[in-house]
C-alpha cells in the first residue's frame, strides 16, 4: 500500500516530460530539491529496476558531447526511503543511458565522433548495478 501511495503522489507531482527541479523525500521525513544547483539538468521518473518504485533519471546536458548524452540514476531504496545516486565502474555518469524496463540498463558512449562506440549491459542485484555484457560497434 506504501508503494502504491507513494507512486501516486510521485505521479501526480510531476509531469510526464522532464522537469528542471525534482523535490523528492530525502529520509526521515525530510525532502530535498534536485536542480536548485548551478550545473542545469532536467528530471523524469522511470522504474529503472524493475522493483516497483520510480527511480529518478537526470538529463545533464552540460556533461553531454561527443560521448554522447550524459545522465545520472537515483535508485529509490523502499528501506532507507531514499534516492541514492547510482553507480557503476566508480562513475556516476551514464552516457547514452537506455531503460530497458526489465531490470537492466544499457550504455552507449564513444570516445569520438570518429570511433568506435561502446556498448554495455548492466542488471540490478538488488542493490547495485553490474556490468553482464560488453561490445563494440566500429
Same mark, same amino acid.
Given at each position: 500500500?506504501?508503494?502504491?501511495?507513494?507512486?501516486?503522489?510521485?505521479?501526480?507531482?510531476?509531469?510526464?516530460?522532464?522537469?528542471?527541479?525534482?523535490?523528492?523525500?530525502?529520509?526521515?521525513? %525530510?525532502? =530535498?530539491?534536485? !536542480?536548485?544547483? #548551478?550545473?542545469?539538468?532536467?528530471? /523524469?521518473?522511470?522504474?529503472?529496476?524493475?522493483?516497483?518504485?520510480?527511480?529518478?533519471?537526470?538529463?545533464?546536458?552540460?556533461?553531454?558531447?561527443?560521448?554522447?548524452?550524459?545522465?545520472?540514476?537515483?535508485?529509490?531504496?523502499?528501506?532507507?526511503?531514499?534516492?541514492?545516486?547510482?553507480?557503476?565502474?566508480?562513475?556516476?555518469?551514464?552516457?547514452?543511458? %537506455?531503460? =530497458?524496463?526489465? !531490470?537492466?540498463? #544499457?550504455?552507449?558512449?564513444?570516445? /569520438?565522433?570518429?570511433?568506435?562506440?561502446?556498448?554495455?549491459?548492466?542488471?540490478?542485484?538488488?542493490?547495485?548495478?553490474?556490468?553482464?555484457?560488453?561490445?563494440?560497434?566500429?
Amino acid at each position: 500500500m506504501k508503494k502504491l501511495l507513494m507512486m501516486a503522489v510521485m505521479a501526480l507531482a510531476l509531469a510526464p516530460s522532464f522537469s528542471d527541479t525534482l523535490t523528492v523525500p530525502g529520509g526521515n521525513g %525530510e525532502f =530535498k530539491t534536485l !536542480g536548485e544547483d #548551478e550545473v542545469e539538468s532536467k528530471y /523524469s521518473l522511470k522504474d529503472a529496476n524493475n522493483d516497483g518504485y520510480p527511480d529518478i533519471v537526470e538529463y545533464l546536458p552540460e556533461y553531454s558531447g561527443s560521448m554522447g548524452m550524459c545522465y545520472s540514476l537515483y535508485m529509490y531504496n523502499p528501506k532507507t526511503q531514499k534516492f541514492e545516486k547510482a553507480e557503476v565502474d566508480g562513475d556516476t555518469f551514464f552516457y547514452g543511458l %537506455e531503460i =530497458k524496463g526489465d !531490470g537492466t540498463i #544499457e550504455t552507449s558512449a564513444s570516445a /569520438s565522433r570518429i570511433g568506435p562506440t561502446i556498448v554495455k549491459k548492466y542488471k540490478w542485484t538488488g542493490s547495485k548495478w553490474q556490468e553482464h555484457k560488453s561490445y563494440k560497434i566500429d
